[in-house]
């Protein structure tokens, strides 16, 4: 455990707050919202070795001033997970420093990677990370400026990332109009983007016509047709610091848990080179589990260019650091490749290559073999390439221009998702206690297995305020590998204490792992009964409460939902007040199918609250449930309240052969068998059977007394 006196808590100040937030790509102080939902503002790369964190929906950014020797908590107020960014790292001889996630995910830094380098780490689960540096070196130092935090759990956070190569071109209106509806965080550009030289007035013509709106959020690389003017002068003048380093063009940026690395295929790529140097450097350096990258010329083509050999020493770099994709133009088609080495041999730890020189240039035609390791082609359909990214994977999405009807999809695991070392997390349920003066309560900690972790962790509480007693019982448990162990957390406030609201931390320690779990107890008689959510702010509500949903998509979400129709409206664009819904995967995507409810069961829970004493206790809600005329009694929308017992408020299933639109109707309850009780609400959404266009929203739920 750490000593009490060495162990500080850096809560987010305003200390150069501003330049804080220009480093992580955030928006200024004044237009912001806690937690922020608003779309993500990207930031250019910079030079020298600082690798921006692009902001993505559902994050909000601080400023954090640590360093020193000991060990430092950074935390974020209802944060479900944390990126730290570190300005410096100098770690000398065997010296280290690790970064832990109050849930568990650790990351351990050691050796001379991080020198000189502006960085920001992998999501740590969490409200709160343990900065915690063993220096024997003096000479060893470390500095964080701030973090981004997220307000959705990292198993629901995802982010979008859109582009394309040989770009301008007759269809580049086209292609520009579905990077407008997918509107990414980010757009990368694969080469040749402005025809048929890449000079400065073409880029101010065509190009910023139709794919100008983007700049803001543009990464490109540049192709062939860039080098027909002198040194891609047009290329860097148009995109300025956005193209690397003038000369060079090759740099690297981070969004989520994504490391994007571009390419320039067009200087030299031999082994030992600058550019593979610089490779080799960067993706050591490299903190987060997933790594893509991009350039214009393709290793591997069955179009009229063939392979582009020379790119091998930068595959070779980037298949020894576990890269995951590569995106490549120069064809003007689309191929999607297996997992590949750099050598061409199919490997499951090898690397995607998906060429798609797709942006709106006249097509070249395709060669009539078909190698084992080629899974998609076409050479008639104008496109981009949309990746829906996530902390441990991606899915992969071909999205044709309006009227065109091929699509390609693919997805996989990254190659370094997941922690690898043995871990335990804490959590605590009830997360929140109110307990008056004279009375007691308790709340079940549970200590849980991450990655095969096993073996007694000791327990013990603090926070607690003059007069109160806080025990945990036993205090010490045993965690099997891969199970869970609890314990109970007794709190007992004497008649006298004073009203007020505190903060209680169960510290668990296991050899050198601490981890934590809070507990807000409040004392007093607190919240009135009842509860009522227009969900227009964070609640608490809980996605897959039970962790046994099993839908691949729709998930359930609190936002702005975006309209879908299909063979009328299905996914309402409206709410019945305020701007925001409980609904099943709300943005649109790229049809009404993207993001609705797929094969399986969706759930989320609200948290506790008091159900009223005495009769005309009374729930009351709006909902939404469409469907496509595929759908079935197996597809339903149900609303449960849990308590000592569980009962369903609402049940609505599909109909065979019927098309039923979206429409918000008006749901009452009653809830007097759980008159004086704690309950919760659970919600569920499925797609079962036949897989159908499944669609639901929930919205101003009440609970409260109905007057006699």
Same mark, same amino acid.
């Given at each position: 455990m750490i000593p009490h006196n060495k162990r500080r808590r850096i809560v987010s100040g305003t200390a150069g707050l501003a330049l804080v937030l220009a480093a992580l790509g955030a928006a200024p102080a004044h237009a912001r919202k806690e937690p922020a939902s608003a779309k993500p503002?990207?930031?250019?790369?910079?030079?020298?070795?600082?690798?921006?964190?692009?902001?993505?929906?559902?994050?909000? *950014? #601080?400023?954090?001033?640590?360093?020193?020797?000991? @060990? #430092?908590?950074?935390?974020?107020t209802g944060a479900k997970w944390l990126r730290l960014r570190f300005t410096e790292l100098d770690l000398r001889g065997a010296d280290s420093l690790t970064v832990t996630g109050s849930s568990g995910l650790s990351q351990r830094f050691s050796g001379q990677k991080? #020198?000189?380098?502006?960085?920001?780490?992998?999501? +740590?689960?969490?409200?709160?990370?343990?900065?915690?540096?063993?220096?024997?070196?003096?000479? @060893?130092?470390?500095?964080?400026?701030?973090?981004?935090?997220?307000?959705?759990?990292?198993?629901?956070?995802?982010?979008?990332?859109a582009g394309a190569g040989d770009i301008c071109g007759s269809a580049c209106a086209d292609t520009a109009k579905v990077i407008t509806n997918i509107n990414p965080a980010a757009v990368f550009t694969a080469g040749d983007n402005? =025809?048929?030289?890449?000079? +400065?007035?073409e880029y101010n013509g065509a190009y910023k016509r139709t794919w100008g709106p983007f700049l803001g959020k543009t990464y490109p690389t540049p192709g062939n047709h860039e080098y027909r003017t002198s040194g891609a002068q047009g290329y860097f003048d148009f995109y300025g610091a956005r193209a690397g380093e003038r000369g060079k063009g090759w740099y690297s940026w981070d969004i989520g848990d994504w490391h994007f690395v571009a390419l320039n295929s067009n200087l030299s790529m031999s082994a030992g080179s600058a550019q593979e140097q610089w490779l080799r450097k960067d993706l050591t350096a490299n903190t987060k589990p997933c790594t893509a990258a991009y350039l214009h010329?393709? +290793?591997?083509?069955?179009?009229?260019?063939?392979?582009?050999?020379? *790119?091998?020493?930068?595959?070779?770099?980037? =298949?020894?650091?576990?890269?995951?994709?590569m995106m490549a133009g120069h064809d003007h088609n689309y191929q999607r490749w297996t997992l590949q080495d750099h050598l061409g041999n199919a490997d499951p730890k090898g690397i995607r290559e998906i060429l798609v020189g797709t942006g709106g240039k006249s097509f070249y035609s395709l060669g009539s073999s078909s190698p084992a390791n080629l899974q998609a082609?076409?050479?008639?359909?104008?496109?981009?390439?949309?990746?829906?990214?996530?902390?441990?994977?991606?899915?992969?999405?071909f999205v044709p221009i309006e009227g065109r009807e091929f699509t390609d999809h693919s997805s996989a695991t990254c190659h370094r998702a997941g922690p690898t070392e043995a871990d335990f997390g804490m959590s605590a349920e009830p997360s929140g206690l109110t307990v008056a003066p004279g009375a007691s309560g308790t709340s079940t900690v549970k200590v849980s297995s991450v990655n095969g972790f096993s073996g007694d962790t000791?327990? @013990?509480?603090?926070?607690?305020?003059?007069?109160?007693?806080?025990?945990?019982s036993p205090s010490s448990v045993n965690v099997p590998g891969g199970g869970s162990a609890d314990a109970t957390l007794n709190v007992s406030v004497p008649a006298g204490t004073p009203d007020g609201a505190h903060t209680l931390t169960v510290t668990g320690t296991s050899g050198t792992l601490t981890r934590t779990a809070k507990i807000g107890l409040t004392v007093g008689s607190g919240p009135p009964p009842g509860f009522t959510d227009d969900f227009e702010a964070d609640k608490g509500w809980t996605v897959n409460p039970g962790r046994t949903d099993t839908a691949t998509s729709g998930a359930w979400e609190r936002g702005d939902p975006e309209e879908t129709a299909e063979s009328g409206v299905k996914q309402l664009g409206t709410?019945?007040?305020?701007?925001?819904?409980?609904?099943?995967?709300?943005?649109?995507?790229?049809?009404?199918?993207?993001?609705?409810v797929d094969a399986g069961m969706t759930s989320v829970q609200s948290p506790s609250f008091a159900v009223p004493s005495g009769p005309g206790a009374t729930l009351k809600f709006s909902y939404n449930f469409a469907h496509r005329d595929n759908s079935g009694p197996d597809d339903h929308l149900r609303v449960k309240v849990v308590g000592s017992t569980t009962a369903t408020v609402l049940e609505v299933k599909g109909t065979s052969a019927t098309d039923l639109d979206g429409s918000w109707k008006a749901a009452t309850a009653d809830l007097s068998a759980f008159a004086g009780q704690n309950v919760r609400l659970l919600v569920e959404a499925a797609d079962n059977g036949t897989a159908s266009l499944v669609e639901a929203a929930i919205d101003d739920v009440s609970v409260q007394t109905t007057p006699s």
């Open positions: 503002i990207p930031q250019a790369p910079a030079a020298g070795a600082v690798v921006p964190q692009l902001s993505e929906p559902g994050t909000y *950014t #601080r400023a954090a001033a640590v360093s020193g020797t000991a @060990s #430092r908590q950074v935390c974020g991080w #020198r000189d380098r502006v960085f920001t780490t992998r999501a +740590l689960r969490g409200d709160c990370v343990t900065v915690q540096p063993k220096f024997a070196d003096p000479a @060893s130092t470390y500095a964080i400026d701030g973090f981004q935090a997220g307000s959705r759990s990292l198993d629901q956070a995802e982010t979008v990332v402005a =025809y048929d030289s890449g000079t +400065l007035a010329h393709p +290793l591997y083509n069955v179009g009229n260019h063939g392979a582009a050999t020379a *790119t091998r020493p930068l595959w070779k770099a980037l =298949y020894d650091h576990k890269a995951d994709l082609k076409n050479s008639n359909t104008h496109g981009v390439l949309k990746l829906t990214l996530s902390s441990t994977g991606y899915k992969a999405d000791r327990l @013990s509480v603090s926070g607690q305020p003059s007069g109160v007693t806080a025990t945990v709410t019945p007040s305020g701007t925001n819904a409980l609904v099943t995967g709300r943005l649109a995507g790229s049809g009404p199918g993207t993001h609705d």
